[in-house]
């Protein structure tokens, strides 16, 4: 059944995508409104306009990523870049004190604003911006090159900035940006928690051999991608570093190497 759903999402055209999954949840969020069943800090499925998994698992999952590996602390300022609909501000909510702070962008406006209505009321140190970044999948329409676009935040501002799932929406040149902008606005002592999927031997022949979870099959080079016509729709990067997996949790001084999805010990 799965296999169906995602051949089915694989083939609709990306700027379709947000309605097409309102459309499919329609009934469950409206069931699930009328019950009164809807945590106010869980979005209802049909606004969570990406990936698969439950929304509150994964973020738990992360979520102790950042702190048992990442060793984020209450009071620390923390940048989420492609923040989506709040899946990792959530958790945070709960760990974050009122000296630490959240600061999330996205360049999907529709996610933003759910969580300026949703989670900014409730949390005020917790604030979302719209990076009007083009972006073919989630925002045709902006204005800005991510290649070229500057964080709007000031030098060392953060102790901790994350990207979860972010990195393998974005080509080559977008990533060296913004690992660039990373470097600018943390402070002294600030770490970065990044998830990608690695392209290495072990990953080639999971792919060459149609037991990978994304076919990747378009090679550019430098990167890979399974839609010609969007490749940041999904794109592994070249292994640089040294270790092996599909997709990694990478921090600017060291690297924790997990193994990818679909996969014994996969992260989501
Ligand atoms: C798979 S979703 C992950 C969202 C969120 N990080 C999470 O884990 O719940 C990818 C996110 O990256 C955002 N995105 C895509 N290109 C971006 C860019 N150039 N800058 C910032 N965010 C971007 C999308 O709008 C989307 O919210």
Redesign the pocket.
Known sequence: MSRIKSYIAQRIPPGVKPTARRIYHLPADVLNSLLGRRDPLTPPKGKV???GGDFNR??EE?FRYFVELGGLKPDERVL??????G??AVPLTRYLSDRGSYEG????PK?IAWCQENITPRYPNFRFRV?D?K?K???PGGRFA?SE?EFPYEDASFDFVL????F???LPD?VEN?LSEIRRVLAPGGRCFASFFLLNEDSLDSIRSGKSTIDFRHDFGRYRTKDRETP?AATPTRRTTSGASTRSAAWASSSQYAMGPGRAGGIS
């Open positions: 306009f990406f990936g994964v973020g992360y989420d870049v492609g923040c989506g609909i899946r990792m962008i996205d360049v999907f996610g990076a970044i972006n999948e989630y925002n991510a676009y990207l979860t799932s972010v393998t929406h974005l977008e913004y940041e």
